[in-house]
């Protein structure tokens, strides 16, 4: 018996891995790739999208933003609130207040609050039954 302890984190010796052989001796196979390159990919894969008539190929990521564009501007409150968090963190304006103000067409130095409320609840339940 050698005075080596066995216990947890303390395999037996036969069973360790040799001195400068690896644990992992094949790897990870060539040609795998890693979630972040997948989503990369596909939101970048060419599509065909009818525009105008026309079958087009965009990127994926071009079709599906324009599809919540369009649902945004149908009234859609879901794709609405995307679209303001999009304009928000990707937007080229730093001034951008709420979404009543913009659907209001003028920022809030030109409104009250109590004006800014009532505007953008009408617009916001003009299209809700």
């Known amino acids: 018996m050698s005075d080596y302890p066995v216990g947890y984190g303390k395999p037996p010796k036969k069973t360790q891995f040799q001195k400068g052989q690896s644990g ?48 945004a501007a149908n009234g859609d409150h879901k794709a609405l609130k995307l679209v303001w968090e999009m304009l928000k963190t990707y937007g080229q304006s730093p001034q951008i207040g709420s979404i009543a103000e913009v659907m209001a067409g003028c920022s809030s130095f030109e409104l009250s609050p109590e004006e800014v409320a009532v505007v953008s609840k009408a617009k916001l339940l003009k299209g809700v039954s």
């Open 24 to 71: 992992n001796p094949k790897g990870r196979p060539k040609g795998s790739t890693n979630p972040d390159e997948l989503i990369r990919k596909l939101l970048f894969k060419p599509v065909t999208v009818t525009q105008n008539g026309k079958a087009t190929k965009v990127p994926a990521i071009e079709a599906l933003l324009s599809k919540i564009m369009s649902m």
